[in-house]
């Protein structure tokens, strides 16, 4: 039985976003204080450093552990898929989700690598969304049902989770939430997505503009963004965001589609991603200025913009470093090394 609040309507997760947990400053603290203890010189280890302290103050706990993160992939598919702001069509969902099944697709190599448990979280597959380009892409009902199965699919246990999406056509959902949010020129937040070339990107871009112009007189606050131009994929990322706060599990967000569809959150509470860490940043043009909004900087830069939560995933391994520094090696005292 799950101790969440229940998820009925959007405005149960309004209260929920009101209401957050802070962090725990017992663990913050206990982490800061023997980090300058450590046989290096100070501040040596960088950002590996406060990759440590946040996640002890996120688990709520010190000392901070990592011997089980999971990784979960959530899939969904778009009626915008039918303006031809894809190269590929709205199948390739269904199919690359049997990939990830059968253990075949990057993020099942990286998982297996890594030290990464993985789960693939499908929604509503054979239903796209409605075209977001000409009204709402879901109705108030069906966005709460959605961000209550990513707040649900949250394992407490989880050491930290990776959050990755799938979903044909989803990168222009998230250009979308993003120009609504944050404004500037459509082209701005428009990428190459699934490889399509420069004209295909200009007509992506207009289908971007029309749908935040056709949706404006509902966008009150950021969830209704991510409902009128969001997916059920994006809305489980953001319940799922919700869910791990509560639960008391850090977050590290993949790439421009993961942390576009946490955006809404941080719209309405500044506070709302304290817990995420963005594990890379994407070659979609519109994530680099999304990170910027968001104040975040990414953990990695490797040039990619696969999804599948494989940058989030890759991150792990920096997270599982830092800790494994933090908690293992020895004190000055201890050593006998003079500090």
């Known amino acids: 039985m ?3 609040p229940k998820i009925t309507c959007l405005d149960d997760v309004r209260q929920i976003i009101g209401d ?3 962090p725990d400053l017992q663990a913050a603290a206990a982490a800061q204080a023997r980090e300058p203890q450590l046989t290096k010189p100070a501040g040596s280890l960088g950002r590996l450093e406060q990759l440590s302290a946040w996640a002890a103050t996120w688990q709520n706990r010190y000392p901070p552990r990592m011997t089980t993160p999971n990784a979960h992939v959530f899939a969904g598919n778009h009626g915008v898929v039918a303006q031809g702001v894809s190269a590929f069509p709205a199948d390739v969902t269904v199919q690359m989700v049997q990939n990830f099944e059968n253990g075949g697709a990057a993020i099942n190599q990286m998982c ?11 929604l509503d597959l054979d239903n796209p969304t409605q075209d977001f380009s000409q009204g709402p892409a879901m109705s108030d009902a069906e966005c709460a049902e959605a961000m209550a199965f990513g707040m649900e699919v949250i394992d407490s246990a989880s050491d930290v989770v990776c959050l990755g999406e799938m979903g044909i056509g989803n990168t222009t959902s998230a250009s979308a939430i993003c120009l609504a949010l944050y ?26 503009g029309q749908a935040v112009r056709v ?20 809305a489980a990322i953001a319940g799922a965001v919700l869910g791990a706060r509560l639960k ?7 790439g421009f589609v993961s942390t576009a569809a946490a955006a809404p959150l941080a719209a309405m509470n500044k506070r709302a ?10 070659e979609e043009p519109g994530h680099k200025i999304l990170l910027e909004k968001l104040g975040k900087v990414a953990l990695l830069d490797q040039k990619m913009r696969l999804g599948e939560a494989t940058g989030a995933v890759l991150a792990v391994s920096l997270l599982k470093a830092a800790i494994a520094c933090h908690n293992g090696m ?6 006998g090394v003079s500090d």
């Open 248 to 254: 008391k599990v850090p977050v590290m967000l993949d």
């Open 20 to 22: 957050l947990p802070g």
């Open 112 to 122: 297996d690598a890594i030290g990464v448990g993985l789960c693939v979280e499908s």
């Open 215 to 234: 949706n404006k007189p509902e966008l009150r606050d950021g969830l209704d963004v991510l409902r009128c131009l969001g997916g059920r994929e994006l």
């Open 273 to 282: 991603l304290d817990h995420c860490k963005v594990g890379h940043v994407s």
């Open 183 to 208: 404004g500037g020129n459509s082209l701005t937040w428009a990428g190459p997505g699934t490889g399509i070339n420069k004209a295909q990107i200009g007509r992506k871009a207009e289908i971007i």
């Open 2 to 4: 799950s101790n969440l």
């Open 330 to 335: 020895a004190t000055f005292g201890e050593a």
